[in-house]
């Protein structure tokens, strides 16, 4: 499977531009951390480019990621990638048990508060980001609420990276493509919906 045909999936199935940036996001973070344990990045990329790609036709965690899965196997997808894709869900009972599958856990919460942070920013620059306002934005619970900070600091733990190295080291990815991400400061346009 190569990135074209991956993203062709994503076309098929995800219509929410902002659930497209989340997942180029964590791909680009996947994609650097293949790099980092001399993995494939190919591989781990798509594993992260494809990790949410059914949520908007299986929007519960009773049916997300699992019933995704038959759709993948339909289209292509391996299985070490599909595995990698059902245990970045803790409900799916799949464990995470390659550096593949660690690595999208690790990386998929941490995208959330990495862009809500931006979007904050006058700018809405990603390249205006600093590690000290996330640190601070981290401690408080109420700015992006919803995501799980005891997510992103098991994923850390799990891929054997301490929190803030991780979280400096997605952020790298994330500046590393913030014109794909909206987070580029040149289209201060409200986020789609």
């Given at each position: 499977?190569?990135?074209?045909?991956?993203?062709?999936?994503?076309?098929?199935?995800?219509?929410?531009?902002?659930?497209?940036?989340?997942?180029?996001?964590?791909?680009?973070?996947?994609?650097?951390?293949?790099?980092?344990?001399?993995?494939?990045?190919?591989?781990?990329?798509?594993?992260?480019?494809?990790?949410?790609?059914?949520?908007?036709?299986h929007p519960t965690?009773?049916?997300?990621?699992?019933?995704?899965?038959?759709?993948?196997?339909?289209?292509?997808?391996?299985?070490?990638?599909?595995?990698?894709?059902?245990?970045?869900?803790?409900?799916?009972?799949?464990?995470?048990?390659?550096?593949?599958?660690?690595?999208?856990?690790?990386?998929?919460?941490?995208?959330?508060?990495?862009?809500?942070?931006?979007?904050?920013?006058?700018?809405?620059?990603?390249?205006?980001?600093?590690?000290?306002?996330?640190?601070?934005?981290?401690?408080?619970?109420?700015f992006a609420a919803?995501?799980?900070?005891?997510?992103?600091?098991?994923?850390?733990?799990?891929?054997?990276?301490?929190?803030?190295?991780?979280?400096?080291?997605?952020?790298?990815?994330?500046?590393?493509?913030?014109?794909?991400l909206g987070l580029?400061?040149?289209?201060?346009?409200?986020?789609?919906?």
């Amino acid at each position: 499977m190569n990135r074209e045909t991956a993203f062709e999936i994503v076309e098929e199935f995800v219509h929410n531009q902002n659930l497209v940036r989340h997942m180029l996001a964590v791909e680009a973070g996947m994609e650097d951390y293949a790099a980092r344990f001399n993995e494939n990045s190919q591989q781990w990329g798509i594993a992260g480019l494809l990790h949410d790609f059914d949520w908007e036709i299986h929007p519960t965690l009773d049916s997300h990621p699992q019933d995704g899965a038959a759709l993948l196997r339909e289209r292509g997808v391996p299985d070490e990638i599909i595995h990698c894709i059902l245990s970045h869900a803790n409900h799916s009972g799949v464990p995470r048990d390659t550096t593949m599958a660690k690595a999208l856990f690790a990386c998929d919460e941490i995208t959330g508060l990495i862009t809500a942070v931006a979007l904050v920013r006058p700018s809405k620059s990603i390249h205006d980001v600093k590690i000290k306002s996330i640190r601070k934005k981290w401690k408080d619970k109420r700015f992006a609420a919803n995501v799980h900070r005891e997510d992103i600091q098991q994923g850390a733990v799990e891929l054997g990276v301490e929190l803030w190295e991780h979280v400096e080291r997605v952020l790298h990815s994330m500046q590393r493509i913030a014109p794909d991400l909206g987070l580029d400061g040149q289209s201060a346009s409200p986020q789609e919906s």
